[in-house]
């Protein structure tokens, strides 16, 4: 049974930073794609960042050079540090993971990943 808990959200002002975690319990699979995604009220699901276990990296051009995802692998522990946060960056924020690692490049529909944790709210005023 895996098991995905986001931590670090909250409200920050425009400018600011926050650095998310997610812990993930019970995955096996020796290879994984995980990302993170998140969604604004009113619209679809977005995957913003994503990382293969052989830490190859993809960013939505929204975020990149502002976001940086990174894990640990020894801790089975995604993270997702966000700087310059914007408005527009509040969401509802998701980490998910399977272990389809060759497909990790954003293209792949998020409704195709198998685990999902349950999301942070991150609020940026």
């Known amino acids: 049974h895996v098991q995905l808990v986001e931590s670090g959200g909250g409200s920050v002002e425009a400018g600011g930073s926050l650095r998310l975690s997610c812990t993930i319990v019970g995955y096996e699979y020796s290879t994984h794609c995980m990302g993170w995604f998140r969604q604004a009220p009113g619209k679809e699901r977005e995957g913003i960042a994503h990382?293969?276990?052989?830490?190859?990296?993809r960013y939505v051009d929204s975020v990149k050079g502002r976001f940086t995802i990174s894990q640990d692998n020894a801790k089975n522990t995604l993270f997702l540090q966000m700087n310059s946060l914007k408005p527009e960056d509040t969401a509802t924020y998701y980490c998910?993971?399977?272990?389809?690692?060759?497909?990790?490049?954003?293209?792949?529909?998020?409704?195709?990943?198998?685990?999902w944790g349950q999301g942070t709210q991150v609020t940026v005023s």
């Open positions: 998910a993971t399977d272990r389809w690692s060759s497909v990790c490049d954003g293209t792949r529909d998020w409704k195709t990943f198998d685990y």
């Open positions: 990382i293969t276990d052989e830490g190859k990296i």
